[in-house]
Nanobody, 118 residues
Framework: QVQLVESGGGLVQPGGSLRLSCAAS????????MGWYRQAPGKQRDMVAT???????NYADSVRGRFTISRDNAKNTVYLQMNSLKPGDTAVYYC????????????WGQGTQVTVSS
């Protein structure tokens, strides 16, 4: 049973930084794409950043230049460094992973709250 466990959320002032981590457990296989999505109250869940097993990255326009995604394949862990945070970044952040092993599978973490407020 694959589990994705996020950590690193919290309350930060505008202009501050946070680093999110997501560790996958319960499998000896790696993942194709790992990434982060976020959902603010009353809004849909949107992609923030993704990274492939070959380290190709993709960012939402709203975070490009402020957020950096990275991964450690040996640890099945993905990170999101968030700098210059804005109140508009306030949301629940969800870790995501997928792979093609005996079919196509997608996995989600339970979410971690990020609040940007003075």
């Amino acid at each position: 049973q694959v589990q994705l466990v996020e950590s690193g959320g919290g309350l930060v002032q505008p202009g501050g930084s946070l680093r999110l981590s997501c560790a996958a457990s319960g499998s000896s296989f790696g993942f194709d794409v790992m990434g982060w999505y976020r959902q603010a109250p009353g809004k849909q869940r949107d992609m923030v950043a993704t990274i492939t097993s070959g380290d190709s990255t993709n960012y939402a326009d709203s975070v490009r230049g402020r957020f950096t995604i990275s991964r450690d394949n040996a640890k099945n862990t993905v990170y999101l460094q968030m700098n210059s945070l804005k109140p508009g970044d306030t949301a629940v952040y969800y870790c995501y992973a997928d792979r093609h092993v005996l079919g196509y599978h997608q996995y989600w973490g339970q979410g971690t709250q990020v609040t940007v407020s003075s």
